[in-house]
């Protein structure tokens, strides 16, 4: 199935035409992502998966913190027609997951949390990046991975995106978890078996976030392993999707 052009509501931004499959994708992406990141998923998740991304802010709305976030988030995701629905977070998306997670009702359809590349709410310490010079700030970005360097080239292109990835920055390096009651979802925690942001150990502290069952996968690779093993990560996203109450062994390394 190929992609279909992305139609956006509000936060949320659709893109395929999987908006009568029997189960729904939600991707929340990293800081600074590009708008079509997820975009070349479509063809490995199939026909009957309707694939979904957030953004976490527009030039006319942008979040105060990553609650406020999580309430619009879910919010729409209400709106939308009901179906068994997965969320995905990645890095930062993982934390924004998590907590739309927690604000999910009955009819949002929430199956299954995939968290990747980010170490529990209870684990996060806040942070300083977002109050860096532009300089360092770009230098930070771009050490991480997953950012492309043209978005920086010419002072043009920096003047358009150097403010929304420093916007995501901030919500990430000021957000403080707020202790409650453990989700009722299964939470998988993906990880990269060289990542140094959130290697695979760390991840394990998910399990504490839920009273339902736990899994890790770990794949080859560093903090973007997603991109490298794009393949891999598809195919298992979709094996979720198809059993979404199927939990592997606590540890698998393909």
């Keep these: 199935m190929s992609a279909v052009p992305s139609r956006r509501s509000g936060l ?7 908006h009568r499959g029997r189960a729904r994708l939600v991707c929340l992406p990293h800081a600074g992502a590009a708008p079509g990141m997820f975009v070349p998923w479509a063809d490995g998740l199939g026909p009957d998966v309707d694939l979904v991304s957030a953004r976490y802010s527009t030039p006319d709305d942008v979040p105060r913190s990553v609650a406020d976030l999580a309430d619009r988030v879910a919010g ?9 629905t997965t969320l995905f977070g990645h890095s930062m998306g993982g934390i924004v997951a998590y907590e739309v ?5 009955a009819r949002a359809g929430l199956v299954r949390l995939v968290v990747s590349g980010t170490v529990s709410p209870a684990a996060h310490r806040p942070g300083g990046t977002h109050r860096l010079d532009d ?10 991975g997953g950012t492309a360097p043209h978005l920086f080239a010419d002072p043009a292109a920096r003047a358009v995106w150097l403010p ?9 390096d000021t957000y403080r978890h707020r202790p409650g009651p453990p989700l009722t979802c299964p939470v998988t925690a993906m990880a990269g ?4 942001e959130a290697p695979p150990d760390l991840m394990r502290s998910w399990q504490d976030t839920t009273a339902a069952d736990f899994d890790l996968r770990v794949f080859p690779g560093g903090h973007f392993y997603l991109l490298d093993a794009q393949r891999a990560v598809v195919t298992e996203l ?7 109450s199927a939990v592997p062994s606590p540890l698998t390394l393909p």
């Design 135 to 144: 300089t360092a700030f770009v230098a930070e970005v771009l050490a991480l």
């Design 164 to 172: 929304p990835i420093r916007q995501d920055f901030r919500l990430i």
């Design 12 to 18: 949320l931004q659709r893109h395929t035409s999987g």
């Design 238 to 244: 979709r094996r979720r999707l198809e059993r979404p």
């Design 101 to 105: 997670a927690r604000r999910c009702s």
């Design 193 to 196: 078996q060289h990542d140094h």
């Design 76 to 84: 729409e995701l209400e709106r939308l027609s009901r179906r068994p």
